[in-house]
Nanobody, 125 residues
Framework: QVQLVESGGGLVQAGGSLRLSCAAS????????MGWYRQAPGKQRELVAA???????NYADSVKGRFTISRDNAKNTVYLQMNSLKPEDTAVYYC???????????????????WGQGTQVTVSS
């Protein structure tokens, strides 16, 4: 009913840039928080950046000054601009939606914690 679809991952050299996009589809009325997490091999999934519907933003310390999160509420899409990439940024990046308000048939529902399928970002040294 609601899906998150990421795009924009790939292979880049250290110092390069990538832009990730995540579009939420379905009969969506609103989405509360949206964000990006990442998981490197052998490590736990960690928050990279998050943004509320009102525009409040939170970044992991490791990406502050290099990554920029933004969203287009009308398109239910969140973006992550990643600059000055480092090899330690290599991971699978996942899009997350915190609370999604949507229509299902004649009903209106809320559901929490939607995840995208993940997109690989590889930064070579």
């Amino acid at each position: 009913q609601v899906q998150l679809v990421e795009s924009g991952g790939g292979l880049v050299q250290a110092g390069g840039s990538l832009r990730l996009s995540c579009a939420a589809s379905g009969r969506i009325i609103s989405i509360s928080g949206m964000g990006w997490y990442r998981q490197a091999p052998g490590k736990q999934r960690e928050l990279v950046a998050a943004i509320t519907s009102g525009g409040s933003i939170n970044y992991a310390d490791s990406v502050k000054g290099r990554f920029t999160i933004s969203r287009d509420n009308a398109k239910n899409t969140v973006y992550l601009q990643m600059n000055s990439l480092k090899p330690e940024d290599t991971a699978v990046y996942y899009c997350h939606a915190d609370r999604v308000h949507y229509r299902s048939g004649h009903e209106v529902k809320y559901e929490y914690d939607y995840w995208g399928q993940g997109t690989q970002v590889t930064v070579s040294s």
